[in-house]
């Protein structure tokens, strides 16, 4: 069961900044938000995760609500091999395992 | 390093054969998750292993099995396959399962066609 709500698709024009939303409204206090990216049927590739601040690495920055019941993805300057489906994943634990919720994520399609 | 490696990248088999998936984590990791793909339901996770343990298990039905080796190796078997498990299977990796912990890391995963 999908916790997550993504826009199906979006353009983003090359160089421009992308940012890409997510819905979690039903987020508990221990639970992370994780993004990755899938291309071309490949393995997702792990993009960047937080919890309740900001945060930023090589790739991209994410950014939480205060209430966390939603999340931007931030590509600062989309590249044409930015053009994969993204994820928006609640990454649930218990005390005996977790697991990822995928949701349907977004395509997106940067454009020269 | 080394990725996440598994093996077979393809595979065919007929229905109501079974068939075994392997995936090598990344050297040191300890807990391994398989998810299958299929482009009606998406991502769907099948189950988790750490320490040979099966930790949590998704909604599937008990045709799909998995263990975990002392290596921290696993294999997903699928017995009396059924068209509809034709998917790209994936199997990640992290250090530990515990939330936030770390980043879990995807393999190219195995395609499997049943016919």
């Known amino acids: 069961d999908a916790k997550t709500t993504q826009p199906p698709s979006m353009d983003c024009a090359e160089g421009r900044a992308a940012n890409l939303p997510c819905n979690h409204s039903?987020?508990?206090?221990?639970?992370?938000v994780y993004w990755y990216r899938q291309i071309h049927s490949q393995g997702p590739q792990y993009i960047i995760h937080?919890?309740?601040n900001n945060e930023t690495n090589e790739m991209a920055s994410l950014i939480i609500t205060e209430d966390r019941k939603s999340s931007t993805l931030i590509l600062p300057h989309a590249t044409l091999r930015d053009t994969a489906v993204y994820y928006c994943?609640?990454?649930?634990?218990?005390?005996?395992?977790?697991?990822?919720?995928f949701g349907t994520g977004t395509s997106l399609t940067v454009i020269p | 390093k080394a990725g996440v490696t598994q093996t077979p990248r393809y595979l065919i088999k007929t229905r109501g054969q079974q068939v075994t998936l392997s995936c090598s984590p990344i050297?040191?990791?300890?807990?391994v998750s398989w998810y299958q793909q299929t482009p009606g339901q998406g991502l769907q996770f099948l189950f988790e292993y750490f320490s040979e343990t099966q930790r949590n298990k998704g909604n599937f039905p008990g045709r799909f099995s998995g263990r975990q080796f002392s290596n921290s190796r696993s294999e997903m078997n699928v017995s009396t396959l059924e068209l509809g498990d034709s998917a790209l299977y994936l199997c990640a990796s992290s250090l530990t399962p515990q939330i936030g912990d770390t980043e879990a890391f995807f393999g190219q995963g195995t395609r499997l066609t049943v016919v």
């Open positions: 994943i609640v990454r649930v634990g218990f005390n005996t395992g977790n697991q990822f919720y």
């Open positions: 039903t987020i508990s206090g221990n639970e992370y």
């Open positions: 050297s040191g990791h300890r807990s």
């Open positions: 937080g919890l309740k």
